[in-house]
């Protein structure tokens, strides 16, 4: 069952990923498409998730205004930071379902019975170990310049995305929870509904633009 799953993840994650690729590197009217489409497949599914619960329009109006980041964060600059947060998600997600299946251990909370201490680090793991490569390979930065400072500030800042990613997971699957359902929907074989695919990514995206605002006001 678990090599089932495994394999639909890995699938799905090949075809999806090269698909937003193209997307965001595209910008312009090709990302507003697709993040807009994004957009109302994720409302949906919270409406099916949420409707009549106390949470419903508080998790409406943040899922648009986390998205509205999205285009902020695309924008107005640079596409190789948007990567490296979706990057960084994707990893924690990544990092945390193998870790987790091979190493099990101790739970990491009760909202989520799958989460466990090593899926957590083995999330931070991968997102630090992915970061270096693209920063070092892809990008004109490197995590270990100058004297360090820029490499130092540039890991906080993924392993803030990492932590606030497992965060938004767990928040997600608390609302889930509530409503008795195990998925959001069932448009991605393996992971079920896109908002079960970006749970993370709708709490990361804003905190980093936060960060950027605060940055930006110093």
Known sequence: MI????VKRIFSSLV???ISLFFIIKGEIFFNFFVIIMLLITLYEWHFLSFKKAFYLPGFIF????FYTFFILRHEGDYRIFLLILLTCVATDIGGYVFGKIFKG????????NKTYAGMFGGFLLSVILASIFFNNLSNLS???????????????VLSISFISQVGDIVISFFKRKSKIKNTGKIIPGHGGLLDRIDGMIFAFPLFYIIELIEFLN
Do not use: A, D, F, R
């Open 143 to 157: 995590l270990v310049e100058s004297n360090g400072e820029i490499g130092i500030q540039i890991m906080l800042i």
């Open 63 to 66: 899922i648009i205004l986390s």
């Open 16 to 18: 999806l990923i090269p």
């Open 3 to 6: 090599e089932k799953e495994l």
């Open 106 to 113: 101790p739970k990491l909370t009760k909202i989520s019975p």
